[in-house]
DNA sequence: GTGAAAGCGCTAACAT
DNA sequence: ATGTTAGCGCTTTCAC
């Protein structure tokens, strides 16, 4: 069934159909009611493919959210706590908001061609894109896409240096520095001088604040940041366990640590507690993220939470807001994080008493 | 860009451009070679809108997920603890055979028209339902469409009488009878005879036939099923914490329960212990699904892992099938599940020593 | 206010 | 083997 044939049914043309359709000021309501009529009765719908190709937007838009993997984990996508959170919420408020959303999974560099081909295959009017690695591939797609994007985690200077002039994007960035300067805050003011870093990837943005920051944040404290309790987790778990038995290993230990995620923070407790180390008696855990796991393993991760919820919310209203050209070409969000306390740090134990 | 400038670029027609990028048999080495150097330099696509509404596909998967959602959660979506490793994985192996993925979220029966619009605008070549509620208005919608369709848990009887005859509908179920039929045994091989439930909603094929199978089994042992054991969570936590409650209330206990999903035993777990009432020690939990928080929580929840990679997996190789019509207009799969044995139970305490 | 007609970018049948 | 041409179903200018 097409618009023809409703016009012909209602006794008008295609023009005033396809009018009814797109809600034109000059329809009289007596013509609007025929026509409505029929496309209700045979519940009619615009074909899309026709409507694009005519000019229309498609209202759909690009997801496209960089996989985090562990070589060692077969099902390669569970790694990633945010995804699950993170697309719920684009789908939830796009679909409230009109919009469908197509969400793509990109493994590596070479996939960031998908971005483009989406976009130049006229599939999307705008797209999301979210756990970027910096690398040349990306910024490569980031430099030639001149539809609206909505870009999370990622540095705005360097977006700002290769965006195209004709190119509108929103960057949304969590407060990572507020956040780790409350964890480094929580364990000093606890009595904690040896404090550890696990280390995220520091090529994706948040990865870098976060370990900036704690450098930052313990030199105002006037502490030092040793190596030997700098552990690199990748954000993956296995890669933390590695790193936490070595340091194990080496029998010294900080008091406390901050890890840059909690599925690190997790994997250190439990390699920690195989080795009769106790959270937090013997040493205290700060996590990153709080996903949904960190208030349910014991002891409960104390954590920074980030909203996933709301920015997914922000980054539609981008979208919404730059595809209407309701917005200006460069904007940039930095969206509030908050400190959850819970019940894995405790006071640093006297040096007698530790195992 | 168009393919007409390429065409002019390459010096042939737009013909020649169109059978190169479709792959047609009867084009030259030499043509084919002419055209892919200027389409590689001009990063060129071609316009999907355009293919489409001249006869391909879209090459895209519509995904719907029905939304299980606590009223007293304002951020609703939170409570699927299967919509994460679902969408994950059928994006995932959507995206790797190479289909574009429309995810969508049904909140109520009057979403359900969006799945039939979203077919009629021709935005997808097939779809993915899962979570469905039995109701009239997903009937109807099933009833209406005529392209490939895999339908998730759902009654495959219903499906038979319903679909239309020149549809083309997959089923995946998992196998619930098996799993159900394996949390009483190992119960009553441990020794309990007074075995409550947890139901979810019966609405849902599952939850309907996790009831069921429970009341078979625990007949086909000879062991009643009663009443006040029998508690309504409809999936959800906050209404599984009242049922239990009152239970507890009324004073008197099964030796062990068995929840339809991981969300509520958790639930029932925690509500049991915040009045003082050990598990396993006191009383036995089973959940289901084996969630991600299932080896969270502590004690480990026993459970019934369900391979959503596995059922997202045989959904899109079932939408490819349907779609190149390599198979049939109705096929139906039972997925096999497998027992997990943590520590979430224990043999029944003696009548005395009971709290 | 409404209809006629051009055009969006592609595919495929037909012609050569 | 390749070019020509007629749609695919819609929107939108331009007449009336």
Redesign the interface.
Known sequence: MKSEEIAKLAGVSRSTVSRVLNNYANVPEETRKKVMEVINKY????????R??AGKR?D?IGLFLFSVYDQKNP????G?SY???F???V??TG?YKGY??????IYNPDDCR?I???F????IDAGIIIGTEKNEAIKSVISKISNPLVIVDYDPAEIKQIMPSDGKITVINSDDRKGMDECVDELVSLGHREIGLIEGRTTAYSGFLRKDEFRKRMAAHGLPVRKEYCLKGDFIRSKTENAVTKMIKLGKLPTAMIACNDDMA?AAAETFRRHGIRVPEDISIIGYDDS??AS???PQLTTVRIPF?KIAQKAVEAVKDMVEEKSTCYIEYVIDVEFIRRKSCAEPAEKGEKT
Chains 1, 2 share one sequence.
Do not use: C, K
């Not at 099902?75 to 569970?78: C, H, L, S, T």
């Not at 469908?100 to 999974?105: A, E, G, K, P, Q």
């Open positions: 519940d009619f719908e615009l074909n899309m493919s026709a694009v190709l498609t759909t099902q390669r996508i569970y990633n995804f699950g959170p697309v719920e919420a789908v939830d679909n469908y959303v197509l969400v793509h999974t998908r483009q081909q989406t130049m295959q006229r599939r997790i949904q796991a349910l393993v014991q919820y």
